[in-house]
Protein backbone atom coordinates (compact mmCIF):
# COMPACT_ATOMS: atom_id res chain seq x y z
CA UNK A 1 0.00 0.00 0.00
CA UNK A 2 2.90 2.55 1.00
CA UNK A 3 4.82 1.51 -1.69
CA UNK A 4 2.08 2.21 -4.21
CA UNK A 5 1.16 5.17 -2.38
CA UNK A 6 4.52 6.95 -2.94
CA UNK A 7 4.81 6.06 -6.50
CA UNK A 8 1.24 7.69 -7.86
CA UNK A 9 2.55 10.51 -5.44
CA UNK A 10 5.53 10.66 -8.32
CA UNK A 11 3.53 10.36 -11.47
CA UNK A 12 1.89 13.75 -10.44
CA UNK A 13 5.62 14.82 -9.34
CA UNK A 14 6.86 13.89 -13.42
CA UNK A 15 3.77 15.96 -14.80
CA UNK A 16 4.33 18.90 -12.91
CA UNK A 17 8.12 18.92 -13.25
CA UNK A 18 7.28 18.76 -17.15
CA UNK A 19 5.08 21.69 -16.78
CA UNK A 20 7.53 23.58 -14.75
CA UNK A 21 9.73 23.36 -17.42
CA UNK A 22 7.73 23.80 -20.22
CA UNK A 23 6.60 27.24 -18.62
CA UNK A 24 10.61 28.57 -18.00
CA UNK A 25 10.98 27.30 -21.85
CA UNK A 26 7.65 29.70 -22.56
CA UNK A 27 9.52 32.45 -20.28
CA UNK A 28 13.24 32.06 -22.24
CA UNK A 29 11.08 32.77 -25.55
CA UNK A 30 8.55 34.96 -24.42
CA UNK A 31 5.66 32.46 -25.48
CA UNK A 32 2.35 32.16 -23.22
CA UNK A 33 2.38 28.96 -21.45
CA UNK A 34 -1.36 28.69 -22.03
CA UNK A 35 -0.22 28.42 -25.93
CA UNK A 36 1.30 24.70 -25.12
CA UNK A 37 -0.80 21.80 -24.67
CA UNK A 38 1.00 18.84 -22.69
CA UNK A 39 -0.14 15.67 -24.61
CA UNK A 40 0.92 13.01 -21.91
CA UNK A 41 1.98 9.83 -23.88
CA UNK A 42 0.79 7.02 -22.01
CA UNK A 43 1.50 3.99 -24.56
CA UNK A 44 2.33 0.76 -22.78
CA UNK A 45 1.14 2.37 -19.97
CA UNK A 46 -1.27 0.74 -18.03
CA UNK A 47 -4.99 2.66 -16.86
CA UNK A 48 -4.27 3.19 -12.86
CA UNK A 49 -1.30 5.75 -14.33
CA UNK A 50 -3.84 7.60 -17.03
CA UNK A 51 -6.52 7.84 -13.83
CA UNK A 52 -3.95 9.34 -11.64
CA UNK A 53 -2.84 11.98 -13.89
CA UNK A 54 -6.48 12.79 -14.69
CA UNK A 55 -7.18 12.90 -11.15
CA UNK A 56 -4.16 15.79 -11.19
CA UNK A 57 -6.58 17.42 -14.22
CA UNK A 58 -4.54 16.19 -17.39
CA UNK A 59 -6.72 15.64 -19.92
CA UNK A 60 -4.97 15.09 -23.56
CA UNK A 61 -3.57 11.88 -24.01
CA UNK A 62 -1.45 10.48 -26.47
CA UNK A 63 -1.10 6.95 -28.08
CA UNK A 64 0.20 4.97 -31.01
CA UNK A 65 -1.54 1.80 -31.04
CA UNK A 66 -4.92 1.31 -31.84
CA UNK A 67 -6.63 -1.82 -29.73
CA UNK A 68 -4.75 -0.13 -26.63
CA UNK A 69 -6.24 3.18 -27.90
CA UNK A 70 -9.56 1.68 -27.88
CA UNK A 71 -9.55 -0.22 -24.72
CA UNK A 72 -8.41 2.72 -22.94
CA UNK A 73 -10.89 4.82 -24.68
CA UNK A 74 -13.64 2.11 -23.54
CA UNK A 75 -12.46 1.70 -19.86
CA UNK A 76 -11.72 5.56 -18.80
CA UNK A 77 -13.47 8.49 -18.61
CA UNK A 78 -15.10 10.21 -21.67
CA UNK A 79 -14.24 13.38 -21.12
CA UNK A 80 -10.27 12.63 -21.88
CA UNK A 81 -8.60 13.92 -25.27
CA UNK A 82 -7.19 11.06 -27.14
CA UNK A 83 -4.53 11.78 -29.75
CA UNK A 84 -3.62 9.64 -32.71
CA UNK A 85 0.17 10.21 -32.22
CA UNK A 86 1.28 6.99 -34.26
CA UNK A 87 1.80 5.30 -37.38
CA UNK A 88 -1.95 4.83 -38.50
CA UNK A 89 -3.56 2.15 -40.53
CA UNK A 90 -5.97 2.91 -43.09
CA UNK A 91 -8.25 -0.03 -42.11
CA UNK A 92 -8.06 0.98 -38.44
CA UNK A 93 -9.42 4.35 -38.89
CA UNK A 94 -12.75 3.33 -38.65
CA UNK A 95 -12.28 2.16 -34.95
CA UNK A 96 -11.27 5.69 -33.66
CA UNK A 97 -13.49 8.10 -35.92
CA UNK A 98 -16.40 8.56 -33.71
CA UNK A 99 -14.37 10.13 -30.83
CA UNK A 100 -10.84 10.91 -31.47
CA UNK A 101 -9.64 14.53 -30.35
CA UNK A 102 -6.57 14.79 -33.36
CA UNK A 103 -4.87 12.92 -35.25
CA UNK A 104 -0.95 13.23 -35.18
CA UNK A 105 0.12 11.30 -37.96
CA UNK A 106 -1.90 11.68 -41.86
CA UNK A 107 0.94 11.63 -44.42
CA UNK A 108 -0.95 10.35 -47.41
CA UNK A 109 -4.10 11.19 -49.11
CA UNK A 110 -5.20 7.95 -49.11
CA UNK A 111 -4.94 8.10 -45.17
CA UNK A 112 -6.78 11.42 -45.35
CA UNK A 113 -9.35 10.04 -47.59
CA UNK A 114 -10.41 7.10 -45.36
CA UNK A 115 -10.61 9.44 -42.37
CA UNK A 116 -13.14 11.49 -44.63
CA UNK A 117 -15.18 8.25 -45.28
CA UNK A 118 -15.38 7.88 -41.48
CA UNK A 119 -15.67 10.76 -39.81
CA UNK A 120 -18.81 11.59 -42.33
CA UNK A 121 -20.22 8.62 -41.21
CA UNK A 122 -20.73 10.51 -37.60
CA UNK A 123 -21.28 12.93 -38.86
CA UNK A 124 -18.25 14.93 -37.58
CA UNK A 125 -15.23 16.78 -38.66
CA UNK A 126 -11.88 15.28 -37.36
CA UNK A 127 -8.84 17.50 -36.74
CA UNK A 128 -5.88 16.43 -38.16
CA UNK A 129 -2.25 17.26 -38.17
CA UNK A 130 0.15 16.53 -41.33
CA UNK A 131 3.16 14.00 -40.14
CA UNK A 132 6.28 15.89 -42.09
CA UNK A 133 9.77 13.83 -41.62
CA UNK A 134 11.74 16.80 -41.76
CA UNK A 135 15.03 15.10 -40.68
CA UNK A 136 14.60 13.03 -43.90
CA UNK A 137 15.47 10.02 -41.93
CA UNK A 138 14.27 6.32 -44.09
CA UNK A 139 13.11 4.95 -40.40
CA UNK A 140 10.74 7.30 -40.06
CA UNK A 141 6.65 7.94 -41.44
CA UNK A 142 5.87 12.03 -42.66
CA UNK A 143 5.83 13.66 -46.02
CA UNK A 144 8.98 15.52 -46.80
CA UNK A 145 8.66 19.38 -46.23
CA UNK A 146 8.49 20.03 -50.09
CA UNK A 147 5.51 17.43 -50.35
CA UNK A 148 3.67 18.62 -47.44
CA UNK A 149 1.89 21.63 -49.52
CA UNK A 150 0.11 19.56 -51.90
CA UNK A 151 -0.83 17.16 -49.37
CA UNK A 152 -2.34 19.79 -47.23
CA UNK A 153 -4.01 21.49 -50.22
CA UNK A 154 -5.83 18.34 -50.72
CA UNK A 155 -6.75 17.34 -47.00
CA UNK A 156 -8.61 21.11 -47.31
CA UNK A 157 -10.73 20.33 -50.10
CA UNK A 158 -12.37 17.53 -47.27
CA UNK A 159 -15.10 18.45 -45.47
CA UNK A 160 -14.84 15.67 -42.83
CA UNK A 161 -11.25 16.58 -41.91
CA UNK A 162 -9.63 19.81 -40.63
CA UNK A 163 -6.49 20.81 -41.29
CA UNK A 164 -4.87 21.52 -38.01
CA UNK A 165 -1.08 22.12 -38.43
CA UNK A 166 1.35 19.93 -38.66
CA UNK A 167 3.95 17.29 -36.11
CA UNK A 168 7.19 16.09 -36.75
CA UNK A 169 9.62 13.80 -34.45
CA UNK A 170 13.06 14.85 -34.78
CA UNK A 171 15.73 12.55 -34.71
CA UNK A 172 16.79 10.94 -31.49
CA UNK A 173 19.94 13.15 -30.54
CA UNK A 174 22.49 13.36 -28.10
CA UNK A 175 22.45 17.19 -27.05
CA UNK A 176 18.30 18.19 -28.15
CA UNK A 177 20.11 21.55 -29.58
CA UNK A 178 20.84 19.74 -32.76
CA UNK A 179 17.05 19.22 -33.11
CA UNK A 180 16.49 22.97 -33.48
CA UNK A 181 17.21 23.72 -37.04
CA UNK A 182 14.27 20.69 -37.40
CA UNK A 183 11.72 22.43 -35.46
CA UNK A 184 12.74 25.63 -36.87
CA UNK A 185 12.13 24.10 -39.84
CA UNK A 186 8.65 22.92 -39.14
CA UNK A 187 7.61 26.43 -37.67
CA UNK A 188 8.82 28.21 -41.00
CA UNK A 189 6.59 25.53 -43.19
CA UNK A 190 3.52 25.73 -41.03
CA UNK A 191 4.11 30.08 -41.22
CA UNK A 192 4.58 29.78 -44.81
CA UNK A 193 1.09 27.40 -45.16
CA UNK A 194 -1.06 29.54 -43.16
CA UNK A 195 -0.18 32.67 -44.75
CA UNK A 196 -1.48 30.93 -48.07
CA UNK A 197 -4.28 29.82 -46.86
CA UNK A 198 -5.69 31.97 -44.34
CA UNK A 199 -8.91 30.58 -44.40
CA UNK A 200 -9.95 30.77 -40.57
CA UNK A 201 -8.94 32.27 -37.36
CA UNK A 202 -8.31 29.01 -36.17
CA UNK A 203 -4.94 28.82 -34.04
CA UNK A 204 -2.86 26.45 -36.27
CA UNK A 205 -0.90 23.61 -33.79
CA UNK A 206 2.70 22.76 -34.23
CA UNK A 207 2.70 19.28 -32.55
CA UNK A 208 6.57 18.79 -31.83
CA UNK A 209 8.85 18.09 -28.67
CA UNK A 210 9.52 15.12 -26.49
CA UNK A 211 11.13 13.64 -23.48
CA UNK A 212 14.61 14.75 -25.16
CA UNK A 213 13.67 17.91 -26.77
CA UNK A 214 10.80 19.52 -25.86
CA UNK A 215 12.43 22.50 -24.30
CA UNK A 216 13.96 23.62 -27.41
CA UNK A 217 11.04 22.33 -29.68
CA UNK A 218 8.79 25.29 -27.48
CA UNK A 219 11.44 27.84 -27.97
CA UNK A 220 11.05 27.51 -31.46
CA UNK A 221 7.25 27.46 -31.00
CA UNK A 222 5.65 24.24 -30.48
CA UNK A 223 2.25 24.26 -29.59
CA UNK A 224 1.83 20.89 -28.68
CA UNK A 225 4.74 18.06 -26.90
CA UNK A 226 3.91 14.97 -27.11
CA UNK A 227 5.69 13.91 -23.49
CA UNK A 228 6.00 10.09 -22.42
CA UNK A 229 8.74 8.96 -20.81
CA UNK A 230 9.44 12.22 -18.40
CA UNK A 231 6.39 11.68 -17.15
CA UNK A 232 5.51 7.76 -16.85
CA UNK A 233 9.04 6.42 -17.07
CA UNK A 234 10.84 3.76 -19.38
CA UNK A 235 8.06 1.79 -21.34
CA UNK A 236 7.97 -1.66 -21.80
CA UNK A 237 7.37 -3.20 -25.43
CA UNK A 238 7.13 -6.46 -24.40
CA UNK A 239 3.97 -5.84 -22.98
CA UNK A 240 2.04 -4.14 -25.76
CA UNK A 241 1.74 -7.11 -28.52
CA UNK A 242 2.36 -5.14 -31.14
C1 LIG B 1 6.37 7.49 -27.97
C2 LIG B 1 6.16 8.77 -28.67
C3 LIG B 1 6.32 10.01 -28.01
C4 LIG B 1 6.80 10.14 -26.59
O1 LIG B 1 8.18 9.88 -26.53
P1 LIG B 1 9.03 10.10 -25.18
O2 LIG B 1 10.42 10.18 -25.66
O3 LIG B 1 8.76 8.93 -24.30
O4 LIG B 1 8.57 11.38 -24.57
C5 LIG B 1 6.03 11.16 -28.73
N1 LIG B 1 5.63 11.12 -30.02
C6 LIG B 1 5.48 9.97 -30.70
C7 LIG B 1 5.05 9.99 -32.10
C8 LIG B 1 5.76 8.77 -30.05
O5 LIG B 1 5.63 7.62 -30.73
Same mark, same amino acid.
Given at each position: ???????L??????L?????????A??R?????????L??????KPE =?????????????F???????????? =?????D???H???H??????????????M??S?????L??????????H??????? @?? @??V??????????????P??V????????V??R??M????????P? =????V?RKL?Q??V?????I?????V????????N????A????????????A??????YA??? =?
Amino acid at each position: MRTERKYLILLIDHLNEVKDRIEKACARSGRDPEDVTLVAVSKTKPE =EDIMELYEAGQRDFGENYIQELRTKH =EDLPRDIRWHMIGHLQRNKVKYIAEWVTMIHSVDTMELAETIEKEAAKHDRIIPVL @VE @VNVGEEESKFGVSVEDAPLLVKKIISLPHVEFRGFMTSAPFVEDPE =EDRPVFRKLKQLSVDTFSEIDDNNQVSVLSMGMTNDFEVAVEEGSTMVRVGTAIFGKRNYAKTG =E
